[in-house]
């Protein structure tokens, strides 16, 4: 998988406008979780695509279950963004659940946007926080978005990642290569890789 550099004031939002501008055309359907992080909603807006919610149940601690992603697809629906663990629940969506969800999405030829800025901050070793691209299939057709600014606690490096396959082929979708990036002050960027580079070598 290829990364490429999208910088956001969170860490990850101008990262998800890539993977929604390279997805989605006018009209098209895309699934989110609901309740969800508000800005998603914004953001599809933006790419003139529309949000079918999946709905996710206090019963259920929030996690995204896929016979609900199975009912919540149209015709129209060309992508599945997940959040795991989510903003704002927390939520993440366990291993044998998260097979199930991989699987609904490859039988209806789905892009899956997998926002996982949150996972760092799982602190129960006793919970699995597994990525559906590791997922048999997944890796073809899945946009891993992370956060360097949240994962390495540097705020004012406002940078985020696109993690894509080359199969995506941004190019060939007629839009060309997109880079949104900036950065608040070489000291931030400097801090920020020092954090990447011990947190990798600690690994």
């Given at each position: 998988?290829?990364?490429?550099?999208?910088?956001?004031?969170?860490g990850?939002?101008?990262a998800?406008?890539?993977a929604?501008i390279?997805?989605?055309?006018i009209?098209d359907?895309?699934?989110?979780?609901?309740?969800?992080y508000?800005?998603?909603?914004g953001?599809?807006?933006?790419?003139?695509?529309?949000?079918?919610p999946?709905?996710?149940?206090?019963?259920?601690?929030?996690?995204?279950?896929?016979?609900d992603?199975?009912?919540?697809?149209?015709?129209?629906?060309?992508v599945?963004l997940?959040?795991?663990?989510?903003?704002?629940t927390?939520?993440i969506i366990?291993?044998d659940?998260?097979?199930?969800?991989?699987?609904?999405?490859?039988?209806?030829?789905?892009?899956?946007?997998?926002?996982?800025?949150y996972?760092?901050?799982v602190?129960?070793d006793?919970v699995?926080?597994?990525?559906?691209?590791?997922?048999?299939?997944?890796?073809e057709?899945?946009?891993?978005?992370?956060?360097?600014?949240?994962t390495?606690a540097?705020r004012?490096?406002?940078?985020?990642?696109?993690?894509v396959?080359?199969?995506?082929?941004?190019?060939?979708r007629?839009?060309?290569?997109?880079?949104?990036s900036y950065?608040?002050?070489?000291?931030?960027?400097?801090?920020?890789?020092?954090?990447?580079?011990a947190?990798?070598?600690s690994?």
């Amino acid at each position: 998988m290829n990364e490429l550099a999208g910088g956001c004031h969170a860490g990850g939002m101008e990262a998800i406008y890539l993977a929604l501008i390279a997805t989605l055309d006018i009209g098209d359907d895309i699934l989110i979780p609901d309740p969800g992080y508000a800005n998603y909603f914004g953001q599809v807006r933006m790419v003139h695509a529309n949000v079918v919610p999946v709905p996710l149940s206090a019963a259920n601690g929030f996690r995204m279950r896929a016979a609900d992603v199975e009912a919540a697809i149209t015709p129209r629906t060309k992508v599945l963004l997940l959040n795991s663990p989510s903003n704002p629940t927390g939520a993440i969506i366990d291993p044998d659940e998260l097979a199930a969800i991989a699987e609904v999405a490859v039988s209806h030829d789905l892009w899956v946007i997998s926002d996982e800025v949150y996972r760092a901050f799982v602190y129960d070793d006793d919970v699995r926080c597994l990525s559906i691209a590791s997922m048999p299939g997944m890796k073809e057709r899945t946009i891993v978005v992370d956060s360097f600014s949240k994962t390495f606690a540097v705020r004012l490096l406002h940078e985020g990642k696109v993690v894509v396959t080359p199969a995506l082929g941004f190019g060939s979708r007629g839009r060309g290569f997109v880079r949104m990036s900036y950065v608040g002050t070489a000291q931030a960027t400097a801090e920020g890789l020092r954090r990447m580079r011990a947190w990798l070598e600690s690994l």
